[in-house]
């Protein structure tokens, strides 16, 4: 499994990004697929994550209503559409496989992860 995040940038608060990541091998369709952020000095969090057809998401409090998972089987690729963007947003972004069709809020669920996509909210 090969992932690729991007969609990142810099944006002013309440703006929107939508992050993309990708599997180029094609090999993680049957995998649950989530999302992680870390800022400076923090920990890495989950942000959210998607089964493998999509049929089960889960969020992180602070950006439920926010922030919306989907993925496009076809392309392999799962979205991560971000609204009404914040400071406390910035960070970076890095995308990861799961060990399963389904895909949890710990790091210790994931397997592959892909290289991060810096997400910047200037206020």
């Known amino acids: 499994v090969q992932l690729q995040a991007s969609g990142g940038g810099l944006v002013q608060a309440g703006d929107s990004l939508r992050l993309s990541c990708s599997d180029s091998?094609?090999?993680?369709?049957?995998?649950?697929v989530g999302w992680f952020r870390q800022a400076p000095g923090k920990e890495r969090e989950f942000v959210a994550s998607?089964?493998?057809?999509?049929?089960?998401?889960l969020y992180q409090d602070n950006v439920q209503g926010r922030f919306t998972i989907s993925r496009e089987r076809a392309k392999n690729t799962v979205y991560l559409q971000m609204d009404s963007l914040k400071p406390e947003d910035t960070a970076v972004y890095y995308c990861?496989?799961?060990?399963?069709?389904?895909?949890?809020?710990?790091?210790?669920?994931?397997?592959?992860w892909g290289q991060g996509t810096q997400v910047t909210v200037s206020s």
């Open positions: 091998k094609r090999t993680s369709s049957n995998n649950g």
């Open positions: 990861a496989a799961s060990r399963s069709s389904y895909a949890g809020r710990g790091l210790a669920d994931y397997r592959y």
């Open positions: 998607i089964s493998w057809n999509g049929g089960n998401t």
